[in-house]
């Protein structure tokens, strides 16, 4: 078996693992090295560093600092990387940890970070799905269970100083246009919570004003939260620094494109098992600046889907120039007043959305002035069938199973 | 065989076919009547009316007047068809003109439409694809061929009097805030070049004043331009009007998700075979309001993909907040980068994503501030290896075949 | 469009056209000249000729003689084809004639070929299947309809005189085991019915009373009926004479491995459209005896399956050593046993077994004494759901609707 | 986390097990009991119990004594479950021991069982292989690695006195047949070796002598080897003794249709989660004999095959009726012909065929005289392309890598 080069205790605080950080800083010490070929297993919490709770109650979707977020395994450093280089990354496996076989989803309250339909779902809510081997179902959200396509919600390298100062420049200037706005615009550095891994003292505190937050995807992948790359996929990483660092955290068990519900997928605690090689000089030889990947051989096989369309005229009837997230926002939304049809609470449909292998496609871009995007469900999951009949739904839900709500506390 | 209800003659004007017209109004006669159950064949032209013809010159791009398009077969009428109904269509075979099997790519210029990437590829180029069977290839663009995912791009029914005028308000209002922008915000009505099938005189011309032009996606599906809603497909729309008024046109022989090249996916003319039933009373039955469908149990097995990220920081190193749009230009810029280095033109590498069964998947939208998209290349187009090695990229092709292009007059 | 260099007159009697031919033999003229890199249409009779009709009567099923089949088109010569190299085909495109828009399945008689389970279904039986652009249904069969996997039964090259001499040889040792079997354990070959193309008089008589029969595949390929074969597929053939000499026919619009029926698949005329290419000396290149080939990038995706195992004990309990035969053949009565508890007659279960994209397994064939296979059947062919359930099946059909049969007469 | 019902110990022999049998009789006692709806967990030894080591000798599989397979797990008694039930199994997951990260396949003597292709490979060969999270690859064969497509080889429920006697004694007249026979037609009961699980002194040694070896698969399903009966699969058992009795065992990490190489798949100890539920009266609901299966919604989705075509004409030239296994002989050896042309060694491509997930199809069965069969080879689990070219194979492995081999001892 490969060694595990990261261990985390769900009893411990993230806080007191030296080999797991929370904020991206070139100055982060490698946690462990290894040489490519190597393959290994990096254990890591889950991205809240196991403040949300296997119970009823959403109060610690409320409540959370989110500040804090994610508690990221690494830097795994590698022998012979250097800037300009490609990581190539091969996920072997993903998995839960088996003392936590559960993970959670839910909505932040627009107070705290909302999500994309924040408007609609302006309360914390949360589901818990339980693991049974390659499936999972809630009790919270009755009629559903998927295959889950397990993926890393965040993994990266290491930025270079020149890298972080951009990323903190430009989110920097977005926030200044409008800086008081709830949820904020863009996260800037904030140290109080910044763990910086092996990090002490003054260089610690140095790095934490600086480091950049983990909550975005940027050049450097990071939190891209793409279903996809899951286990079994290859991914080719730029590498800014030498020794490459990289990171991995956020493991999902489950996730529909886009993460809709931001909090998140089903989120779990577990392991990576990855396998690191190089391609030397591989940014300028394939001009890449993110990273690319292949899919994995092995993904849910599900085929039959109800498809919905959206297009980019918002829920008061505005038109929106050839803008996609008007458009598949729309087309959640039409997927949602389907389900709710069967019985669903919207709720439960929108976790449905966030957290099944839900496609979200780009279908339209230059059909002035409508853009229009797709959200593929895929009817399988669902115990009952779904699709439209000349003899309308058949509701198989009674409504006395729903999804624990917490009010913002004002 | 199924009777062909709609014939076009390529070799005359679409708009002297009376079974044909260009813009969305109540009032456009049905072409004809079929009842449920019924299965038949409705001819089209391409969505030009054969304005871009089979050559090496992209003059035809450059100056054709957009104000033509689209030009549509039907309405057809549906006995027994309500509004509130929903209109049951399977799409059971979509073909090539037998005496026209090729189809056209093209880059309208910036000042005429423009695409997805006109800032990049501001002028007008074409390229012609040839139909060997299921397949395709174009003598302007080596080294690729497909099998075809064939679909109409547009296919809707009539509106009705009430969603005319929200579309033609709700557009105005939007060319409103900057009507000189060059390509145009929206498309008004425009009596001059358009068709209304069977109607003349006055009832013509007051029609022709307020039918909706044919550019955008709408509630009633419309200029969707989704390869997903290929043949073999089955698709549910809302009715508006009595009878319904199915009407369809702008076929694709194959399209990537976006459409990003605009002129237009592979276009051709062709002919559709499909089928109609009703769901009675279903748009309220199933919540609907914009068309839902299932995908055909026969589409293109590629499997093996290279998948492209971008995030929403634009070229110029902008940030945007959770922009879905610049995100995907940013993944289809990286595509575009990454093929150069096997030998492709930009131009062509920019054809070759608007016209193979890329994917567009919108993977990210709440991690703040960066919308993910990826851009999905089947690898197994290419008649040459285009996967990331240790060695670099081979390049194949010796720049000797271009895309014909023409400079704009000023 | 391609040229077609082969066209049939489904008015016609086949033995008119001197471009078809139903025997193999190295004499057999080339109908007509091809170079590698070409791309052509050849239309084909359906297998019998025309002899078996679009009515409700199995009269013909009963009466055909079978010495006349198959008809075949071709031979093609291909300028620069030579013993050992390799023939590409590449199946760009495959259909029906439009004017027959239909096909035929049916079992024959015991006394007449009989069929797999000739012995549960001795009477000839016949079903009638419309085509309805990519799908499929019979009026003598309710509840399923099916995406067609389109496929010549029957393609391969002309044999030279050794080979020829080979199948004729050890087919007439096999018959001499047993020659008074029905029926018969092979087919000689048999000149009063033989189609020798362009071939007259002496030459026609000489090589007519050497022809192999096409009933079997052999080396060459020939009458494989492989459904994977499909439009799309990019199959190797073995050259054994200048000019290779390609023919096909036998064109199904849909078949189960096995081809259990016999009679046939889904037997249909219409048209093949092919490209044709070269790899000299590739019989020793690659070390090939039989073909070798690509499956097509674009099949129906059925996913859903319900599996059914058998082994090899048989209808009396006899106990037979790793017979794949016999335990496929299990396999498929107890996918009919199945069947009938919806509604089903074993005749019914049978065609769709025969003619529906049904996989059939060798799944084990080592442990010592029972072979084990499997039938693989689509779910998704059925309109209604056939997985088990604790409520038991739901019969759907009423019997009123049966499938012809016409007793043998004595 | 489920509970695991059943531990084994790796280093302990499986004899001293009572939770595990080497024999089917309805006299086992339950080694456990579950509730319908129950998930749980079974551990189990490799078949062998361990014999077969990881090293580079193939003595091992030469020398073991094979009346002592296979060691299962159970069985497993299922509360309500009675005669005449089906009880449904869904295989949650499966997976390797923690401690045993590996797998072994290899050819067995013809003096001690042999394989389907024991006259070209009659000696004792054997292979082993490295698991890195979901995919494989061997030190002994270079070029390939593959995404597990995991399953048990056996499983199945206890059968009733009156199921065994006919198993006995049906394959007691097989055996009556050729007794001397080398390897035998069938394997007797054989008391010396059993393992009867909790049974003990004369109720053993009575059950013992009357045991039904576990190596054919039958009616109850047990040893059918079946690839596609994957984690992930759902499984409908016939019930004959109250309480069910489901055992499991024999569980491999990927195999190809047939497991050719019968010593087997890629054999190893490990576990299985499963979850069991009841379908009263199933089996004359259903008209169930053997079990039916739905495959896992996930599985490798190899898509690019090389498909190989054998018919049922032997090595020697000699014509066979309509032989299944003949046929399929024949395309496993056209496989390997054509694979030697890459450099592997005949034994290589004999264990790619007996390990990979190929597909063995039984493509035609009625063409008199001929079956055909199919071999589907994955062409994306080699490293290098094995596509037919003009240019030729080219061989990119040097032979420095073999198989162990180990000459029988006479």
């Not at 919490?45 to 949300?52: A, E």
């Not at 009790?139 to 396509?149: F, K, M, Q, T």
């Not at 458009?327 to 439960?348: D, V």
């Amino acid at each position: 078996m490969a060694e595990t080069l990261i261990k985390v205790d769900l009893k411990q605080s993230a806080y007191e693992n030296e080999q797991v950080h929370n904020r991206w800083h070139p100055d982060v010490p490698m946690a462990c090295w290894v040489k490519p070929g190597d393959d290994f297993i990096l254990e890591t919490y889950d991205w809240t560093g196991g403040f949300i709770k296997n119970n009823d109650s959403a109060d610690d979707v409320r409540d959370i600092d989110l500040s804090i977020v994610h508690f990221l395994s690494g830097p795994v450093g590698v022998h012979g990387a250097e800037p300009g280089d490609l990581l190539v990354v091969d996920l072997l496996d993903i998995g839960a940890k088996d003392e936590s076989p559960w993970g959670f989803n839910g909505f932040f309250s627009k107070q705290n970070g909302g999500g994309f339909l924040t408007d609609h779902f302006p309360l914390a809510q949360k589901s818990i799905w339980d693991f049974n081997g390659m499936f999972t179902k809630s009790r919270h959200i009755p009629g559903v269970e998927y295959a889950g396509l397990i993926h890393p919600g965040l993994i990266g390298c290491l930025p270079d100083k020149k890298m972080l100062d951009a990323w903190n420049t430009r989110e920097q200037e977005l926030l200044d246009t409008d800086p008081t706005r709830v949820p904020g615009l863009a996260n800037p550095p904030f140290a109080a919570t910044a763990h910086m891994g092996k990090l002490s003292g003054e260089a610690k505190a140095k790095a934490a004003a600086e480091g950049a937050r983990t909550v975005p995807p940027r050049e450097h992948g990071g939190n891209c939260d793409i279903k996809d790359l899951s286990r079994g996929s290859k991914v080719y990483f730029p590498v800014y620094v030498d020794g490459a660092g990289l990171s991995v955290g956020d493991l999902h068990f489950s996730q529909g494109d886009g993460e809709i519900t931001f909090c998140g997928a089903i989120e779990m605690a577990g392991w990576v098992h990855m396998r690191v090689n190089l391609i030397k000089g591989g940014m300028a030889k394939y001009g890449i600046k993110n990273p690319v990947f292949k899919p994995s051989p092995m993904t849910p096989n599900y085929k039959d889907y109800l498809i919905f369309e959206g297009i980019s005229v918002d829920e008061q009837g505005k038109q929106h120039y050839l803008d996609v997230n008007v458009a598949y926002r729309q087309a959640c939304l039409n997927a949602i007043e389907y389900l709710k049809k069967f019985g669903y609470s919207g709720a439960q449909a929108y976790s449905i959305l966030g957290t099944a292998p839900v496609q979200g496609h780009i279908s339209g871009v230059v059909d002035v002035p409508n853009a229009c995007a797709t959200l593929w469900l895929p009817t399988e999951i669902f115990e009952f069938d779904i699709n439209p009949t000349a003899a309308g739904p058949i509701t198989m839900l009674d409504g006395s199973v729903q999804m624990p709500i917490s009010p913002d506390i004002k």
